[in-house]
Nanobody
Framework: QVQLVESGGGLVQAGGSLRLSCAAS????????MGWFRQAPGKEREFVAA????????YYANSVKGRFTISRDNAKNTVYLQINSLKPEDTAVYFC???????????????????WGQGTQVTVSS
């Protein structure tokens, strides 16, 4: 069983930056592909970014490409999401997720993930 704990959210002005972290425990972190999702009030959970087990491959939603960067440190059992040039429409609860995989694969659908964190709130003021 993998436990995921996000941190780093907060209130920031448009144009600002945040770095979200997701600390994993209870499993062999390097055997899990990781992803970030977000959910705004009244909306479905949406894919933001994904990273393969080794960290050597990443994939982004079009809405965040060029502004968000996903990375991981397998020695620290942590995945990160660097968020730059924040916009009010980025306001949401951000979740990290993990899926056990034998492949160097990327996953973009919520149902593909086995474990979820509790989320961290990001609020962007205009």
């Amino acid at each position: 069983q993998v436990q995921l704990v996000e941190s780093g959210g907060g209130l920031v002005q448009a144009g600002g930056s945040l770095r979200l972290s997701c600390a994993a425990s209870g499993g062999t972190f390097s055997k899990y592909a990781m992803g970030w999702f977000r959910q705004a009030p009244g909306k479905e959970r949406e894919f933001v970014a994904a990273i393969v087990r080794s960290g050597g491959g990443t994939y982004y939603a079009n809405s965040v490409k060029g502004r968000f960067t996903i990375s991981r440190d397998n020695a620290k059992n942590t995945v990160y999401l660097q968020i730059n040039s924040l916009k009010p429409e980025d306001t949401a609860v951000y979740f990290c997720a993990a899926v056990y995989t034998s492949f160097s694969a990327l996953y973009t659908k919520p149902y593909e993930y086995d474990y979820w964190g509790q989320g961290t709130q990001v609020t962007v003021s205009s």
